[in-house]
């Protein structure tokens, strides 16, 4: 029965083993990102109609605006075109590096989905391991059971032949014993006889008799030892039988018993290969997660770097156009151009602003819907991932712009979104007004697109209006 023991040993180490490959996986899972995004599940949702139906109306209300625009008569500094000519050569560096984040990005979830590939084709094998184990165990169970029935009928026939051979031995000494007697009786009936032959005649007749009757009951216990000895061959012949089944159940046995052995063998080298290549792939999962870190950092430090360039060459061409503005200008219909291409860069911009914060909204709600989808795959699934990478960019090449930097649910902190804390309505449009000088300000503040604004958050950057009173 050890062999059985080591076999059972053998094959409940192999599923240790298995397990202990499944907990190890599940625990550096559960402590990585997740490899894949939050938001194509949730952007599904999103009420488009409702997002094309704001487009319509920014676009109409853009359109009215220029048209208001265009028919103004105002006055302009000629420094403010190249002011704004230097902005939008700035932000080139912006654009370019945000491309360069989002193909480092791509390249990142890239590498997670071929981790992911090896991560399943791992479960796929530990998973039929698992069912050749169980088949395995099946398997030997009912090896087992064949055995303990041949036991039991290998013992109930040795019982039968011990009680077959004590019956035999039992008949051949009680006729033995009744041949013995009788043989000493003949001869004693044979030396009476010569000597009361004479006498007893009437005796020898019934001894005669007696004799006889005797003699037929010796021919009857000869017939009973006679088909007790074919009984007693009969099951040497079945107990030969028996053993040469049982050897032969014996070698089929050992047999399984090696191949056993050797796919135990085999199960566990796959595992020892298992559990190298989950270290591989952990070691890679980190150094990809560091990478993708480092890369974050890079792309956010560049970002405040380059606001806080756009912010400092804003304030000089403010300083600059102020200084300008004190000399004469040239001739109405160039002041006129130049107004129209401010006017026409202020849409621009507003468009931009009011793009931005539309996917600002949609990604806010697009990132509680995943929060909420994650918690709950949290409670429901020991091996659920979380990485919270999120890239989102505009329709237009011109106007892309990275949404980093989304952390336990606040704003993107980038550029001139931070300025939505303070002004939740019209804040992009602020913010572009204020990267303005204060003689364009004071003449575009008299055109009907400054009453599309909200007139609580509009404050005058005139000089002559400074005591705080509102568009």
């Not at 806010?364 to 995943?370: C, T, W």
Request: hydrophobic residues 30%; charged residues 35%; contains cysteine.
């Amino acid at each position: 029965m050890s062999w059985l023991s080591n076999i059972s040993n053998i094959a409940d180490k192999a599923e240790t083993l298995l397990n202990k490959l499944d907990q190890s996986t599940a625990d550096v899972i559960s402590k990585a990102p997740s490899r894949k995004g939050l938001l194509p599940s949730v952007m599904e949702e999103l009420p488009s109609a409702g997002l094309s139906r704001d487009d319509d109306a920014n676009s109409e209300r853009s359109h009215s605006s220029s048209r208001s625009l265009r028919t103004a008569s105002t006055q302009g500094s000629s420094h403010d075109l190249a002011m704004l000519a230097s902005d939008k050569v700035h932000e080139d560096p912006i654009v370019q590096e945000t491309a360069a984040s989002s193909a480092m990005a791509r390249s990142t979830d890239e590498k997670y989905q071929i981790m992911d590939f090896s991560w399943n084709r791992i479960q796929e094998e530990k998973q039929t391991l698992k069912d050749e184990i169980a088949a395995q165990n099946a398997r030997i169970a009912k090896l087992e059971i064949g055995k303990r029935e041949v036991e039991e009928e290998l013992r109930s026939t040795k019982s039968g032949f011990a009680f077959q051979q004590r019956e035999f031995e039992e008949y051949r000494t009680k006729a033995q014993r009744i041949l013995q007697v009788k043989d000493d009786l003949l001869e004693n009936l044979k030396k009476e006889r010569g000597v009361e032959e004479a006498s007893e005649a009437s005796t020898g007749i019934s001894t005669d008799i007696k004799t006889y009757e005797l003699e037929q009951e010796r021919d009857m216990l000869k017939e009973d030892v006679k088909s007790a000895q074919l009984a007693m061959l009969g099951l040497r012949s079945d107990m030969k039988d028996m053993e040469e089944r049982v050897s032969e159940e014996r070698r089929k046995f050992f047999a399984e018993k090696k191949d056993l052995v050797e796919k135990c063998q085999f199960w566990q080298n796959e595992s020892k290969r298992g559990d190298e290549e989950l270290s591989f792939l952990k070691s890679k999962f980190d150094q990809a997660r560091e990478e993708l870190k480092r890369e974050r950092d890079y792309v956010n430090e560049r970002l405040v770097q380059k606001e806080q360039e756009i912010r400092r060459l804003a304030e000089v061409e403010r300083g600059r156009s102020g200084d300008a503005f004190a000399t004469p200008g040239g001739d109405q219909r160039h002041l006129e151009k130049q107004v129209r291409s401010l006017a026409d860069n202020l849409l621009e911009k507003q468009n931009l602003v009011e793009r931005l914060h539309a996917e600002n909204r949609a990604l806010s709600l697009q990132l509680e819907n995943s929060n909420k989808k994650q918690r709950s795959y949290a409670d429901r699934d020991a091996f659920s991932v979380d990485m919270g990478v999120v890239h989102r960019f505009s329709d237009s090449p011109e106007l892309r712009t990275p949404l980093l930097g989304l952390q336990d649910g606040r704003e993107p902190q980038v550029g001139l979104l931070r300025h939505r804390q303070n002004c939740p309505e019209g804040w992009g449009v602020h913010a572009a007004l204020g990267a303005l000088p204060p003689v364009p300000h004071r003449l575009l503040r008299h055109l009907p697109l400054m009453g599309l604004l909200p007139h609580h958050h509009v404050h005058s950057r005139d000089p002559l209006t400074a005591s705080g009173k509102t568009l």
